[in-house]
């Protein structure tokens, strides 16, 4: 706790001390505004702050990405309305002459928000002045091609196309707010633009029971994610493929496909996130490429690993067109195609039947793995550890006869595991009886629909 707070209290100092430079810019910037003739220095000649390599996170930014002068300003504004929000109040000052704000001040005032919300104007005056050479020469801040744009970092928004791009309101992304104020980013909550639940498991990597040829192929996954950068950048396949994996485990219900995807995320320190399809997917026209825009662009650069359950629901063939339905829902397989192929990470679907989903998706797949329905010795060693260590299987219970015998998946095994523990339990007593797994078994298959013998 005591390591937490002094990592807090440094991150508050910097961002104080960066506070502080840029109040001196801002003051600069207004007396050179309202006293032209006044002899002024160049607000880039400021001298910033100078922080410790990796001393904060707000110091591991700026020197991850080499920022100039003009990046800093323009990142330190973007943060201030949440973290001194009165330092801009200079903004509301009014032109006299024709009783309204200064056109080149930029800015707006928030629905709910009293302060004063910056715009790219706002940026550009404070870099520039009213000097157009300059704003040309500071615009590049704003392109496409900047690190603050292509990685969401930082952009400019605005609800009239029609209207100047400058106009746009200056928003730093929420998970970077996080990062420079509490030092950490916060998890997204799942709602209506974020529908997608993180997928976590207390069981271990060890705990998994794979048959060799998917668990090899699964390897494959855990070596594109350890070498994957490498691969991309040092020998350059970037120019010559598309960002990220793309990966399709196939197989019956129960057979570890989910597990597995939570898994690779624990063993490689990743955030694995399963995305609810009944919210993604909506009978209005465009609703469902606006969706999963949002998902897509909410994981974009944070290595999150996206699994999409049952994805046949959305990500199934493309029919023949007869109506305008029919054409819409083929542009969202489309654009879903798209921007799993644009994502820069690890995209996981996953269903019940290979067949029912889309060729075109099945060409542009990295791999193809097939998760059958476990062997006699795998389903043997799941059924071992399905076992909790609290309980003693009854004298006439032979689980290597059980597991040659009965065909069922992982997740049937633990289901009639935990209904003949719990009935151990509601009889006071921790040996697991040979009749209530026979039940939990009969059960299985009846759900399934398949006839006991």
């Given amino acids: 706790m005591v390591k937490k707070n002094v990592k807090i209290k440094i991150n508050v100092n910097h961002l104080t001390g960066e506070l502080e430079w840029f109040t001196k810019v801002l003051d600069e910037r207004f007396k050179q505004y309202f006293n032209p003739g006044k002899r002024t220095r160049d607000i880039l000649k400021i001298t910033p702050p100078v922080f410790k390599k990796g001393s904060s996170q707000y110091a591991e930014f700026i020197d991850y990405y080499q920022l100039s002068i003009p990046e800093r300003i323009v990142l330190i504004l973007s943060l201030t309305p949440h973290v001194q929000p009165h330092l801009l109040d200079v903004f509301f000052t009014r032109n006299q002459k024709f009783n309204r704000g200064f056109t080149e001040f930029g800015g707006i005032k928030g629905e709910y928000h009293g302060g004063f919300l910056p715009t790219g104007e706002t940026a550009m005056f404070i870099l520039a002045g009213n000097n157009i050479e300059r704003r040309i020469d500071f615009s590049y801040i704003f392109g496409r091609e900047h690190f603050f744009y292509k990685h969401k970092i930082l952009q400019l928004q605005t609800s009239n196309e029609n209207e100047p791009y400058l106009s746009g309101v200056l928003r730093l992304s929420e998970e970077y707010v996080d990062y420079f104020t509490s030092g950490k980013i916060k998890k997204p909550k799942f709602s209506l633009s974020f529908p997608a639940k993180p997928i976590e498991t207390k069981l271990e990597w060890s705990d998994l029971v794979l048959d060799e040829d998917t668990a090899n192929q699964v390897e494959e996954i855990l070596t594109w994610i350890e070498h994957g950068h490498t691969l991309m950048d040092k020998w350059g396949m970037n120019k010559r493929t598309m960002p990220g994996f793309r990966c399709l485990f196939h197989g019956p ?47 974009e650069n944070k290595g999150w690993i996206l699994f999409f359950d ?76 399905a076992i909790s260590p609290e309980a003693i299987l009854d004298k006439d219970i032979n689980l290597n006869q059980i597991a040659n015998k009965y065909e069922v998946t992982g997740g049937s095994i633990m289901n009639i595991v935990r209904f003949a523990s719990l009935k151990a339990i509601s009889n006071g007593e921790n040996i697991i009886k040979n009749k209530d797994l026979q039940e939990g078994i009969i059960r299985e298959f009846r759900k399934e629909g398949k006839t006991f013998s």
């Fill in 253 to 299: 219900s129960g057979t570890g496909k989910t597990l597995t995807a939570g898994l690779i995320g624990k063993l490689t320190n990743r955030e694995v996130y399963k995305v609810d399809l009944s919210m993604v997917i909506s009978k209005y026209i465009g609703e469902t490429e606006k969706n999963l825009a949002r998902i897509f662009d909410k994981a």
């Fill in 310 to 385: 049952e994805a046949d629901a959305l990500f199934g063939k493309r029919t023949s067109i007869s109506d305008a339905h029919d054409r819409y829902a083929n542009q969202e397989v489309s654009y879903l195609l798209q921007k799993v192929e644009d994502y820069d990470g690890l995209v996981i679907l996953a269903t019940n039947f290979k067949s029912n989903l889309d060729e075109a998706f099945a060409r542009r797949f990295q791999s193809i793995i097939h998760f059958p329905v476990p062997k006699p010795a795998q389903r043997l060693k799941l059924w071992e550890n």
